[in-house]
Structures are given as structure tokens and as C-alpha cells.
DNA sequence: ATCCCACCGGCCCACTTAGA
DNA sequence: TCTAAGTGGGCCGGTGGGAT
């Protein structure tokens, strides 16, 4: 316990101090080596005998200081060990990403690797982790295990090992087996007729690829990672050995592995653009904004059909698209509320088309940065002259400065007497005989009458519109970006003043009221900038009517029903809450 | 020669994550 | 819900080099 308090050293992973920073993982691995069989003095093996690469935990002195629980004894991993580790890895894992046990596997390969030694399977997962992470072998001695892994485990497959292999191991095998080059890809001697041919691409592309202006070289196409693509690039690999080595500078390196690259393009069979990169033009129309383009005029197409259906168009194909539009067998399209669903399945149309706008809106100018960001890296001066306007900038003669000045002196010298006109007296006239429209006041008869039917029975359609407005019940808006709350009970779109009303109604408990409210208010942030974005709205305002359960009202509830243009009689304290279909029908009023 | 320090390596455990 | 894999972090041994 003492010990863990007094404890001094640096917590693992940091490197502190420059006092042992010749002590680091080079100088422990020399050290290791470097001792072989013979050990130290201080350090004795165990008594127990302990396999081969155990030793025993800490110096004399930690051991005289504080004897390891149980003779705690700790594993020198060697090289080699380190390596059948590794061997262990790669066969177990293969090439799969996706295999299952393979820890377990791995500890069954290592054990057959390492028979003396015992670890677990955590320990041994551990290491490889470790060993990968800490780069103790370079990439290529990486890619060499895993080769001789591969091949092994091939090898015992088509020899017929006994060890037991499952399935993913056994599908692996068998993909190995149909990749050409794989099998010989080892430095066995064997050369087979498939290598010679890769030589002898590579060595035609390499001498083209030197010969080759640098502005002529094609643009490699983007190769996919597949099996059979790696085993041509592994193969490939050995025989560059000996060109770079003889190569004398960083331009002739480049050539050789320009060449490669091209090589493996062609022995592949990808496509390479037939002239340079200069010749080479790509779509003005990206792939993605094309996509998104195609799946509008798809959307408008069925508006254009479900609109004509819905105005008694009753031909077979128009019938048949609207069908197709309303998948499901208990679908009728004589049903009697068909009209409201096919205006709810047009407004779901409209809404993913405004989306899918705002999303090409949003990708243009993403893209439009990121070419900007990257010439602004590459080539400044190209940048602002990309940025200049040329038709505005520089494009005939500038008009004549003594012009110029004498436009705008007179501009504030001399005064003029302004005069409205006659039109004002026109539009007055006119506007004399339009008759005042009658003030708006829902009385309590006319709440009285509205609840003749029982609230909860009062089923709203969920979208109504008209030429001024539009309004939501209930209904989910469909966004670009998604928003996690896009429901608000009753959204109201006033199309001329370019307004939307968001409005949430609650009835939290009494002392919730003001969390309730500002909970509202934050709830529905996104969905209002998206509305905002989507719709080209000016503004997108939140009213949270909130009512608690015991009739205590917030003093906003007012000034919120005062905006929506609701009559605020119903909401003093002593008044039923007003209910839904009241509210809506002051709302739809108010359109 | 011995101690001290800083760091790395090995081991273990608790916990999270992903997938069936 | 269970299992396997992966991860973070703590503890402590081992080590080299500087200080004493």
C-alpha cells in the first residue's frame, strides 16, 4: 500500500526529462539482444525454470525490497517472438476485416509457432498491439510476415494440413488460391509465366514513364482495394527492389515508381485517359449535383401526376404512377380521404425538393470553397484573378473625370423642391371606397360551439392551404440537414410576408412552466434555421404556448397568443385551456 | 559502486463497442 | 443479452545514464 503512495515515477506514456532518454525502446531491445543466453548477475533465472524467454521480474534489489506476488515472472519477447506474433496475426486475420475469434485463433497459431512458451490470449493480443502501434518493424518487414503468413497458411491448405481450419479461414484460402500471382509471389525460385508478363509490363511502362514529358503523364485512376489488386501490387513490389536501389535521384525514384504505378493500372485492365491531363476535361455537371437533379425532376414529375389525379384525371398511366406512389395492398385510390392524403403526399414531395435544393445549394458552395481553399494554397495570384470581375474590371474606357465631377457636385448643390405627384391623390381616391374588414374577436359563443364536438374526437388535416398561406398540423418537415425535433404541433407559413410560425403548445407541471418554455424554445433552434434556409423565409418565430396543469399561465402566454392574433380572453386563469381546434381555427382566421 | 531518475515494456483489469 | 474485440490506464519491473 506504502508503495502505491510514495510512488514517484512518471504515470506511463509521457516522456519526461532528458535523463533516460537514451533508454528507450532501442536501447532496451539492443540490451536484450545483446545478452542472448547469458544473464546478468543481478538478474537470475527463475528458480522454477521458466520456459525459454521467461525471466525473472526485477533487479535483486526490487526483489530483496518487495518480493513479486508469487514470483512474478515477466516475458522477454524477442525478435523472433515478436515476429511468430505477428505470423500469428496475419494468418488468423487474413484479409478479412470483418473475421470473428480470430484471437483465439491467433493464440492457436502462436502456440503452434512457439510451443514453449505459454501466454494468454490478452497477453498475446496485447503485444501485437503493441508491436503494431510502436512501429518495432518497418513496413516492409510488415508486409513480408504478412506474405509468408498468407502463404503459409496456404500452404497448409493445400497440403492438406490436418489443423483444423474454419470457415472464414477456409474462404479466405480459397480466394487466395484464385488470385493469380498470389501462390508465387513468394521468393521461392519459381517463377511463373504470370510474373514474367508483370515484368515485363513493368519494366514497358518504366522505360515510357522515363522517356515521358512530367505535363504528359495521364492521370492514374483511383484503384479499389480489392484482393486481387493487392496481391498485383505485392508482387510487383520485390521487382522495384532492384531498380531503386540502382536509382541515383529523387527524379529518376519518382519515374521508376510513376512507372509502377501505370504498370499496375495496366495489369489490372483500368482505365487510363488516352491523351495527358491537360486534354482530359471533366463533367461541368458534378456526379452528385446530377443525382440530386435527376431525383427532383423525378419528384416533380409525380407532383406533376398526383396534382392531375387529385383534379380528376383518371387515365390508366396517370392512375398507375399514383399507385406506384402509394405502395401497400390496404390502399385504396377511391378511398374517401384519398384527396388529403394525395395533398399530404404532394406537400412530402415539395418538401424533399426544397431539401434536395438546399442540399445542392449548400454542396455548390462547399465545393466553390474548398476549389477556392485549395488554389488560394496553390496559386494565389490565380485565386484573385479568378475572383476579379472582368466585364466590371478593366472592360472599356473608365467615364470622363471632368464628368464624373461635375455629376456629383451637382448631385448636393443644388436644391430641389420635392413634390409627391398626383398619384397619390389617385391611389387615396381609390382606396376610399374599399370597405374596412371587421375586426377578428372570437367570443366565447364562438368557443362554445366549436366544442360541440369533443376535442379529442377533432381530427385536423394535417396540411391546409391557400394562395396566402399554408398550415401544418402535426406534421413533420423534412430537412437537409436532419433535425431531431421537426414536429411542432402546428407550423404556419405566411407566404407573402416570408414569415413562419412555429407553435408548440405544453402543459407541464406548474413549477415546470419556465423550463418547459425555454426547453421549447431551444428544442426547436435548428429546425427553425433550417425552415429559415430551406423555405427563404425573413423570419422564423417560436411561440411555446405553455399552460401547466393546475391553470397557471406564463405572462409570455399572452403576448404569444397576441402575436399569433388570438383573442386573449380565453387565457386568463379561470378559463378551460383553450383547446386545438379553437387555436386553429383563430389561426387559419388569421391567414 | 551505488543510488536516483526518467522512461519503456509487460501485464492486468475494467470498461466500451460492435455485432449476432 | 451475450460474446469477442478493442481501449485506456494503472502498476511495477527493467534499463541506461547521470549524480553522488
Known amino acids: 500500500m506504502e508503495k502505491k503512495i510514495v510512488r514517484k515515477g512518471p504515470l506511463p506514456g509521457g516522456r519526461q526529462g532528458a535523463s533516460g532518454a537514451g533508454a528507450g525502446r532501442d536501447s532496451m531491445r539492443a540490451a536484450s539482444r545483446a545478452r542472448g543466453v547469458a544473464r546478468p548477475p543481478s538478474s537470475p533465472p527463475h528458480p522454477s525454470s521458466p520456459p525459454e524467454g521467461l525471466v525473472s521480474a526485477g533487479s535483486s534489489r526490487t526483489q530483496q525490497a518487495a518480493p513479486a506476488a508469487g514470483g512474478a515472472r515477466r516475458m522477454r519477447w524477442s525478435k523472433s517472438m515478436n515476429e511468430n506474433a505477428l505470423r500469428a496475426y496475419f494468418r488468423a486475420k487474413g484479409e478479412e476485416t470483418g473475421c470473428l475469434a480470430y484471437r483465439a485463433r491467433m493464440h492457436r497459431f502462436f502456440a503452434e509457432l512457439e510451443p514453449s512458451l505459454s501466454v494468454t490470449e490478452q497477453n498475446l493480443a496485447d503485444r501485437v498491439r503493441y508491436i503494431l502501434r510502436s512501429n518495432i518493424f518497418g513496413d516492409a518487414e510488415l508486409e513480408r510476415l504478412r506474405r509468408e503468413a498468407i502463404s503459409s497458411s496456404n500452404g497448409n491448405a493445400t497440403a492438406g494440413n490436418a489443423a483444423p481450419l474454419d470457415a472464414q479461414q477456409t474462404a479466405y484460402v480459397d ?141 390508366p398511366r396517370i392512375m398507375r404512377t399514383v399507385r406506384m406512389a402509394f405502395p401497400g395492398t390496404n390502399f385504396s385510390l377511391f378511398q374517401p380521404d384519398i384527396t388529403q392524403k394525395l395533398t399530404e403526399r404532394i406537400d412530402d414531395l415539395k418538401q424533399k425538393i426544397a431539401a434536395w435544393g438546399k442540399r445542392i445549394r449548400r454542396f455548390s458552395e462547399r465545393s466553390r470553397r474548398f476549389n477556392q481553399n485549395r488554389l488560394f494554397q496553390s496559386d494565389q495570384k490565380r485565386l484573385y484573378k479568378s475572383l476579379e470581375r472582368p466585364e466590371v474590371c478593366g472592360a472599356g474606357p473608365g467615364p470622363d473625370q471632368a464628368d464624373t465631377v461635375a455629376f456629383w457636385r451637382g448631385l448636393w448643390s443644388e436644391p430641389v423642391n420635392h413634390s409627391e405627384g398626383p398619384w397619390m391623390e389617385v391611389v387615396a381616391s381609390q382606396s376610399a371606397s374599399v370597405t374596412p374588414m371587421d375586426p377578428v374577436t372570437i367570443t366565447p359563443e364562438d368557443v362554445a360551439e366549436a366544442e360541440t364536438e369533443p376535442y379529442w374526437k377533432y381530427n ?76 427563404r423565409q425573413q423570419k422564423v418565430l417560436m411561440v411555446p404556448l405553455i399552460l401547466s396543469t393546475t391553470g397557471v399561465v406564463p405572462k409570455s402566454l399572452t403576448d404569444n397568443l397576441v402575436k399569433l392574433g388570438i383573442s386573449v380572453r380565453a387565457a386568463s386563469c379561470d378559463q378551460p385551456m383553450p383547446n386545438f381546434k379553437t387555436l386553429k381555427g383563430a389561426l387559419m382566421q388569421i391567414v
Open 460 to 535: 385536423p388535416s394535417p396540411v391546409l392551404e391557400n394562395d396566402s398561406a399554408q398550415l401544418y398540423w402535426e406534421r413533420s418537415v423534412l430537412t437537409d440537414r436532419t433535425v431531431e425535433h421537426n414536429r411542432p404541433d402546428i407550423i404556419l407559413v405566411e407566404k407573402e410576408e416570408k414569415r413562419t410560425w412555429l407553435v408548440d403548445i405544453g402543459i407541464p407541471n406548474s413549477h415546470n412552466v419556465q423550463k418547459y418554455s425555454t426547453e421549447k424554445l431551444i428544442k426547436y433552434q435548428r429546425l427553425a434555421e433550417e425552415i429559415r434556409q430551406l423555405r
Open 175 to 315: 480466394a487466395a488460391v484464385n488470385i493469380p500471382f498470389v501462390a508465387n509471389s513468394d521468393d521461392d525460385g519459381i517463377v511463373s509465366h504470370e510474373l514474367e508478363k508483370m515484368r515485363s509490363i513493368l519494366e514497358e511502362s518504366m522505360l515510357e514513364t522515363r522517356s515521358m514529358p512530367l505535363e504528359n503523364r495521364p492521370r492514374l485512376p483511383r484503384i479499389p482495394l480489392s484482393k486481387r489488386n493487392r496481391a498485383v501490387v505485392r508482387a510487383l513490389n520485390p521487382m522495384l527492389v532492384t531498380y531503386l536501389e540502382a536509382s541515383r535521384d529523387l527524379c529518376e525514384t519518382d519515374s521508376i515508381l510513376f512507372g509502377a504505378e501505370l504498370a499496375v493500372c495496366r495489369i489490372i485492365g483500368a482505365k487510363l485517359p488516352v491523351a495527358g491531363r491537360a486534354t482530359q476535361k471533366s463533367s461541368a455537371i458534378t456526379a452528385w449535383r446530377k443525382r440530386i437533379e435527376d431525383r427532383i425532376a423525378k419528384a416533380r414529375a409525380l407532383i406533376g401526376r398526383l396534382t392531375s389525379f387529385r383534379s380528376g384525371n383518371n387515365r
